[in-house]
Antibody
Framework: QVTLRESGPALVKPTQTLTLTCSFSGFSFTTSGINVAWIRQPPGKAPEWLARIDWEGDKFYTTSLETRLSISVDTTANHVVLTMTNMDPTDTATYFC????????????WGQGMLVTVAS | ENVLTQSPGTLSLSPGEGATLSCRASMTVGDNYLAWYQQKPGQAPRLLIYGAYIRATGIPDRFRGGGSGSVFTLTISRLEPEDFGVYYCQQYDRSPRTFGQGTKVE
């Protein structure tokens, strides 16, 4: 059974750096084609794809946030980590991690998501 | 980026009725790499359809995806009470991956 679970701070202050961890199980990250992505969803709005990392360790970011994002994987611990610098109140959202079985594949398994609020 | 526009914004229907949701892409979605998700309050999106028309595992056959190129549809025949929620289309052909703004079925 594939599972993903997000963890990290629920509240960050403006200008701080957010670090989120996606802990996964039920699949091997090094299997050809596997990707884990981060997606966020502001309250009442549509999801927004942020970044993904593939089984070869290649990293991809959404252009508008590329300078603020960093994604990495620890295959021994089965974690994918997302960092986002210089947080702003407009970054308040539920952050999800999700898996695809192929680089060009749908998000077939999602974490439950965690709400991150940016406020002083 | 490939902008996805969904219509209508809201569908007000009763159980047993049918629903047709539309998703229009600003650029052709190659290989019909278009997915549909259902989301309920407080939950993550759930994959319903991928490849424009292929039902994901465990999705009942009252959900049907269609279309190609840049115009896609999701049809739900005979709405069940558990089908009410927000539906999103998403393309996974090009980077960045993009989602439509959603259709609420209420």
């Amino acid at each position: 059974q594939v599972t993903l679970r997000e963890s990290g701070p629920a509240l960050v202050k403006p200008t701080q750096t957010l670090t989120l961890t996606c802990s996964f199980s039920g699949f091997s990250f090094t299997t050809s084609g596997i990707n884990v992505a981060w997606i966020r969803q502001p309250p009442g709005k549509a999801p927004e794809w942020l970044a993904r990392i593939d089984w070869e360790g290649d990293k991809f970011y959404t252009t508008s946030l590329e300078t603020r994002l960093s994604i990495s994987v620890d295959t021994t611990a089965n974690h994918v980590v997302l960092t986002m610098t210089n947080m702003d109140p407009t970054d308040t959202a539920t952050y999800f991690c999700a898996r695809t079985e192929f680089s060009r594949g749908p998000f077939d398994n999602w974490g439950q998501g965690m709400l991150v609020t940016v406020a002083s | 980026e490939n902008v996805l526009t969904q219509s209508p914004g809201t569908l007000s229907l009763s159980p047993g009725e049918g629903a047709t949701l539309s998703c229009r892409a600003s650029m052709t979605v190659g290989d019909n790499y278009l997915a549909w998700y259902q989301q309920k309050p407080g939950q993550a999106p759930r994959l319903l359809i991928y490849g424009a028309y292929i039902r994901a595992t465990g999705i009942p056959d009252r959900f049907r995806g269609g279309g190609s190129g840049s115009v896609f549809t999701l049809t739900i025949s005979r709405l069940e009470p558990e089908d009410f929620g927000v539906y999103y289309c998403q393309q996974y052909d090009r980077s960045p991956r993009t989602f439509g703004q959603g259709t609420k079925v209420e």
